[in-house]
């Protein structure tokens, strides 16, 4: 999934995902995000899922008057493909790059770093 998101876009997927429900209604979205203090015009929410049913983030079923969205890709399918992406494009495909600029840069806490040294010392598994 190469299409990113917009920063609005992002939010309600956001909310999409986290919603415990398969579906998520127009009305479930515009109460989130007036409850976060991101209220929305009606139209813009269209607009903005308009844009992610185009995008291949959401499909759309109208049951009567209503609309149900439901993703059609998970939060962390998205988050890989981003960070893949941001790893291609910022340090040319190398993780080790990445890495080592987290480390050099003094970008991470001390807990992250025992965290990520754990990870690394116990290799892949699966």
């Known amino acids: ?7 609005a876009e992002f939010e309600i997927m956001k909310i999409i ?4 429900e398969e579906t998520t209604l127009f009305s479930y979205l515009m109460e989130e995000l007036a409850a976060q203090g991101k209220p929305c015009q009606k139209n813009t929410l269209i607009v903005l899922l308009s844009r992610l049913v185009s995008k291949g983030y959401l ?5 009567g008057r ?7 890709i998970s939060e962390q399918a ?5 960070t893949q992406h941001f790893i ?5 495909g190398s993780v080790k790059g990445l890495v080592t600029n ?5 970008l991470l806490t001390e807990e992250e770093y025992e965290e990520l040294k754990k990870l690394l010392e116990g290799g892949r598994r699966g």
């Open 78 to 82: 998205y988050q890989t493909a981003q």
């Open 59 to 63: 499909s759309a079923t109208k049951i």
């Open 1 to 7: 999934m190469t299409n990113s998101l917009s920063d």
């Open 66 to 72: 209503r609309n149900e969205y439901v993703p059609l």
């Open 88 to 92: 291609d494009k910022v340090y040319e």
């Open 102 to 106: 987290l480390i050099a840069g003094d």
């Open 17 to 20: 995902w986290e919603n415990a």
